[in-house]
């Protein structure tokens, strides 16, 4: 082998390996950037330990102790761990259908029925030991197959429900006594 082909052949090895560990971490991180922005719980903790669904003054709280479920709130009972990883995980796959406005004021997100004091208005609360993230639902019309939804801290985005499930929280939450 001749001199020259040695010094390329060295020369595509260092710049390879430069390409490997420097910059592909960088894309990689991109990508799950990318990925989170266009989830509806973006960056959800990776284990998740507890659920909050709140409305109005209602509240269901799951919670977990070792590898057991249990509701908290507003009764007190074992539920199955299948059932909970299942909820958690469509949740944090819920994908954003559209991105539609950033930077509203308070009086902005009532239109949405995401303001604080919006009827109907719910949250969902999935929290970690490595931290949380929440999301605002606000509900237009009963039925309708696309929800308005706000990460807390974040922007408008509308979401479309693929599946005959609805995220209709008020008529499946008990009342408070």
């Known amino acids: ?12 090895l260092i710049v390879g390996g430069y390409l490997v560990f420097r910059e592909l971490p960088i ?47 507003p009764i007190e009972e074992e539920v199955p761990p299948l059932g909970v990883f299942d909820l958690i995980e469509r949740l ?8 539609v406005a950033q930077g509203l004021t ?6 949405y029925g995401l303001a604080a ?5 719910s949250r969902i609360e999935l929290i970690g030991e490595d931290g949380s993230v929440a999301v605002d639902v606000g509900l237009l019309t009963t039925g309708s197959r696309t929800v308005w939804v706000r990460r807390v801290g974040g922007d408008l985005s509308l979401i479309h429900i693929s599946e005959p499930t609805r995220l209709d929280l008020a008529s499946r939450m008990p009342s408070s006594a």
């Open 1 to 12: 082998m001749s001199r020259r082909v040695v010094v390329l052949a060295l020369l595509v």
């Open 117 to 121: 004091d919006s009827p109907g208005r």
């Open 92 to 99: 944090k796959l819920t994908e954003r259908w559209r991105r």
């Open 106 to 111: 308070e009086e902005e997100w009532g239109v």
């Open 27 to 73: 894309l990689q991180t991109e990508r799950e950037r990318a990925l989170a922005d266009l989830l509806v719980f973006g960056e959800a903790p990776a284990v998740v330990d507890t659920v909050r669904i709140t409305l109005d003054d209602r509240e269901i709280l799951l919670a977990r102790d070792g590898e057991q479920w249990f509701l908290r709130s």
